[in-house]
């Protein structure tokens, strides 16, 4: 059974940083692309940034430059997000999945996401 833990989360103030960690199971990880996505309220789930499974990155152009996606094939089945200069627009319940091209999601199965609120 595939599933995504996510957690991190909180309240941050603006201009801060946090660091977001998913844990995957049922997956054989080391193979996959991973992803970081995010729903902020009323909003549609946008991508933020992938991982490839040598480590190649991709970002968003809303958060390229402030946010880094890195993983741990080795000892974890574990991807982390971390995220500074935080802003009022980074609110939002975060999620991980693994990704295809263009950065769509593989699976169906979603985790409870981790929420982040950027507010002072």
């Known amino acids: 059974q595939v599933q995504f833990v996510e957690s991190g989360g909180g309240l941050v103030q603006p201009g801060g940083s946090l660091g977001l960690s998913c844990v995957a199971s049922?997956?054989?990880?080391?193979?996959?692309?991973m992803a970081w996505y995010r729903q902020a309220p009323g909003k549609q789930r946008e991508l933020v940034a992938t991982?490839?499974?040598?480590?190649?990155?991709?970002y968003a152009d809303s958060v390229k430059g402030r946010f880094t996606i890195s993983r741990d094939n080795a000892k974890t089945t574990r991807v982390y997000l971390h995220r500074n200069s935080l802003t009022p627009e980074d609110t939002a319940v975060y999620y991980c999945?693994?990704?295809?091209?263009?950065?769509?999601?593989?699976?169906?199965?979603w985790g409870q996401g981790t929420k982040v609120t950027v507010s002072s």
């Open positions: 991982i490839t499974t040598v480590g190649n990155t991709n």
């Open positions: 049922g997956i054989t990880f080391s193979s996959y692309t």
């Open positions: 999945n693994a990704a295809i091209g263009g950065g769509a999601p593989v699976f169906l199965s």
